[in-house]
């Protein structure tokens, strides 16, 4: 026989033993009998080869700790038996898989005392988290029967997330349909048959509608490979993946693979009394939840492992670095910074997991089906074990910061408090307290006031405004000053294709498709510019040709009259160049200065000089004297909409394209392989130049609104510097305690404190920012104190869980008559213990009594 072990693979002569058993009167089977000698078949009929079980081990902790491959571990051993000829060495890399996949199955039940089975029950080999609530294992007995007094059911609440991950892809190869998993439902995946039956009949759509930015979560993305990914839930504040939580992707992250993920990861914490449920497009997915989880009761009530429904009161929230991406209207409504309950949870706990297990994707994408739901789940499971052996420590630290952040908040809550008229802080406090008891329901979302920002209508964006007057033209038919916003909407998207396409011809890299693009482009532009001209020479022209002869003859009388008239410029009635600072040409020096770019004319090519001669005049292109006149007074109305609503979307997507610029960074942190890093270097580049597009169209639509009146120093439309171009604090502490000290850029706030503290123009702008400060502050205030009353309770938790575990496998050492299985559930109890021992070493450091009237501090002591 071939047998490998942990210094080579060698080749002996095997006799195996004929005795017959007392029992049956048989030999015991050969597979037996390996085992029985510390040696894994490499086969169950007539094994010709086995593993000791020491190599099986070392490789099973290798691939855990260091993602090393089957078929590298088996090429160490060829080189350690032989590294001059490898060759002459059997190969056993095809039995190997086989053997390693069988052993950490094995290993696992034990571990987890159940017996090896195709049917067993629902995540019975997952690692629950120690610090979450696990009902009827380390709740306070007293408050799970009852329930907590209201204001504190936070601190029974299961805080979990969701979140898709596309790097977890599988090949679209010949594979085998039948190999299913050996941890079959009982893992982190779920019940894959149910969930076959599940999407066979389920109708789901590849793209999402929404209110909101188009999101890759929402199916508007490429996808490929047999699976294109996975989606799955974690506990938000320990980072563990729950049981039965995980489901592969066919195609985008469609809701009902998320509402299968939910219903089947969540099933046993149904009976919680609370969850806060964190998903980066939550504004999106939670509009129709409650419709989708009604047709699923109806049609899916036959599924085994989905039997609970009904979810508890839920609090919904997004991720604190994905909300900068969604539109104004959703971060202040699922902002984990106000939502009441939530401490300083961040709700990004899977993308730190799915940075983690992304190096994973390499071997896996390669495995069959059920080889690959094997090794994530064992992968899984190592990772919440690590987890779990650190959370004494984290938990410790975790709450002294608490103390000591809650301290210094409720200082400068007071201190914020005091110049405040105490009618004004009795005021703003109801407010908060009917704002808290609102924001929980999504039905009130559509009327919920905002307390932590401005009340300056900072304007729509072009959606909004599109909607506002596809309803006036609904309502008052096709009008005079409709057809004018109409042609002024149509000029300034021209006006923004004209220098997109100018871009796109510098940077032309002069092959024929990117020529024929460009030509085709240019055509385009010149059909739509031909109709536009028509509706701006009927809506437009004639007002504008007044008010120019209006400037013209006023000037011409002065003269008469022997005053000094204002000379016209040649190019008069339009610019007569570029009004801010044109001596200023450097495309860096002018996006320093917050400016848009100049074109240079040099050196172009006849493509670029025929784009750049086209006209497109709408009322702020225009000599300033022109837009004096009354006659154009109301095309300057439309146009400052335009304008206004033209920055918003700039904005953001310049917030939307930096957020999703450093999450590709990130992402390329953990990647491998040059093809891979290129191409993401590739992406972050695409991304980079997209921020800096989108701050050029905000800088043209600036421009625009000063030329049509805007004040230079408007709080909210603000010069857009290079240095403002800078992502956000992720932490969630600096970003509440230290923003104001380290000169955060503008774009990821929504007020700001303006310099004039004297102008009386600003005078109502101060006292807002002074109101919306103390509602930030009282915000975090409260969630630095629930902060330091959940990391107490999941102390306790973590203590109640460790006894339950150390007590159930005490007992387990006494059942029965088999003494090495008596042993090992001894060791396992005597693990418990240890971790209980650390808890003790961790938690003397705290100021608080881990003491909830269940023996916890006995425990500790003893």
Not at 373 to 388: E, G, V
């Amino acid at each position: 026989m071939t047998i490998v072990h942990d210094h080579g693979i060698h080749e002996y002569q095997v006799r195996f033993c004929l005795c017959p058993q007392e029992t049956t009167l048989l030999k015991i089977p050969e597979p037996l009998q390996l085992i029985h000698a510390g040696l894994w078949p490499g086969s169950w009929s007539l094994p010709s080869s086995a593993y000791t079980i020491s190599v099986l081990r070392d490789h099973h902790l290798l691939s855990l700790q260091s993602q090393i491959s089957a078929f590298d571990y088996v090429g160490y051993l060829e080189r350690l038996t032989d590294n001059v000829v490898s060759d002459d060495i059997p190969d056993r890399y095809r039995e190997f898989m086989t053997a390693a996949r069988e052993f950490s199955f094995m290993r696992a039940t034990k571990r987890f005392g159940v017996e090896p089975s195709s049917t067993l029950p629902p995540g019975s080999m997952a690692v629950l988290c120690p610090a979450c609530p696990q009902p009827g294992i380390n709740m306070d007995p007293v408050y799970e029967a009852t329930g907590r007094p209201k204001g504190e059911e936070f601190l029974d609440a299961l805080f979990h997330t969701c979140d898709g991950n596309f790097q977890q892809n599988q090949k679209m190869k010949p594979m085998d349909e039948e190999d299913l998993p050996l941890t079959l439902g009982a893992c982190f995946y779920a019940d894959e048959r149910d969930f076959a039956t599940y999407l066979a009949q389920y109708k789901r759509k590849q793209k999402e509608s929404t209110t909101c930015h188009k999101f890759g979560a929402m199916g508007y993305g490429r996808y490929g490979g047999r699976v294109s990914g996975v989606v799955g839930l974690s506990c938000a504040r320990h980072m563990l993946a729950l049981p039965n939580a995980v489901v592969d992707l066919n195609a985008g992250e469609a809701y009902a693979y998320v509402d299968y993920v939910q219903l089947s990861g969540l099933q046993r914490y149904m009976k919680l009394r609370m969850h806060v449920a964190g998903y980066d497009i939550n504004c999106q997915y939670r509009i129709h939840f409650a419709s989708r989880m009604q047709s699923i009761r109806e049609r899916f009530d036959f599924l085994p492992s989905i039997r609970l429904t009904h979810f508890p009161p839920t609090l919904i929230a997004i991720g604190k670095f994905h909300l900068a991406a969604h539109i104004p209207r959703c971060r202040y409504k699922f902002s984990y910074n106000f939502l009441p309950g939530v401490g300083m949870t961040d709700g990004e706990a899977l993308e730190r997991i799915w940075g983690e297990v992304d190096g994973l994707a390499v071997r896996t994408k390669e495995m069959t089906p059920g080889h690959r739901h094997d090794t994530q789940n064992d992968h899984y499971n190592d990772m919440n074990i690590r987890r779990i052996t650190k959370m004494p420590g984290d938990l410790v630290r975790r709450h002294l910061n608490a103390v000591a952040r809650y301290a210094v908040a409720k200082a400068h809550l007071a201190d914020v408090s005091k110049d405040i008229p105490e009618a004004q802080l009795e005021e703003m406090q109801a407010e908060e307290k009917t704002w808290l008891a609102d924001v929980v329901d999504m039905a009130k979302h559509d009327q919920l006031p905002n307390p932590y920002e401005l009340k300056v209508d900072r304007g729509l964006t072009t959606k909004e405004l599109l909607m506002e007057t596809e309803k006036t033209r609904t309502r008052l038919g096709s009008g005079e000053s409709l057809d004018v916003l109409d042609t002024i909407f149509d000029g300034v998207q021209l006006q923004s294709m004209r220098e997109d396409l100018l871009d796109a011809i510098e940077d032309d890299d002069g092959s024929d498709d990117s020529q024929k693009t460009l030509l085709a482009a240019r055509s385009d532009l010149l059909v739509q510019l031909h109709k536009w001209t028509s509706a701006f020479n009927t809506t437009l022209q004639p007002a504008l040709e007044i008010a120019a002869q209006a400037v013209q003859s006023a000037g011409e009388a002065k003269v008469r009259n022997g005053e000094k008239a204002e000379a016209l410029p040649a190019s008069f009635p339009l610019r007569d160049t570029d009004f801010l600072q044109p001596s200023v040409t450097s495309k860096a020096a002018r996006a320093a200065l917050g400016l848009p770019p100049l074109r240079n004319e040099k050196n172009k090519s006849d493509l670029w000089q025929e784009v750049y001669a086209l006209e497109i005049p709408l009322p702020s292109s225009f000599d300033h004297r022109v837009l004096a006149e009354p006659v154009v007074e109301t095309f300057l109305n439309w146009e400052r909409r335009v304008r206004q609503a033209q920055m918003n979307d700039a904005l953001n997507d310049v917030c939307t394209h930096m957020v999703t610029s450093e999450m590709l960074k990130l992402k390329k942190l953990d990647t491998t392989g040059k093809g891979i890093t290129t191409r993401m270097g590739k992406r972050i580049r695409r991304k980079h130049d997209q921020v800096l597009a989108a701050a050029d169209e905000y800088r043209r639509g600036r421009m625009a609104m000063l030329a049509l009146g805007m004040d230079e120093d408007d709080p909210l439309f603000r010069p857009l510097r290079k240095q403002d171009l800078t992502k956000f604090t992720m932490s969630s502490e600096h970003q509440q305690l230290g923003e104001s000290n380290r000169g955060v850029s503008w774009i990821w706030e929504d007020f700001s404190y303006a310099d004039k503290q004297g102008d009386e123009r600003y005078k109502q702008f101060h006292a807002d920012v002074r109101r919306v400060h103390w509602f930030r502050t009282s915000a975090l205030c409260k969630r630095w104190w629930e902060e330091e009353r959940l990391v107490r309770e999941e102390m306790n938790r973590t203590v109640r869980f460790f006894v339950f575990y150390r007590n159930l496998w005490t007992d387990t050492s006494t059942l029965g008559s088999d003494k090495s299985a008596s042993a090992y559930a001894r060791k396992q109890a005597h693990r418990y213990s240890r971790l209980l021992e650390t808890c003790r070493k961790h938690f003397s450091k705290t100021t608080c009594d881990i003491v909830s009237g269940d023996g916890c501090s006995n425990e500790l002591e003893g």
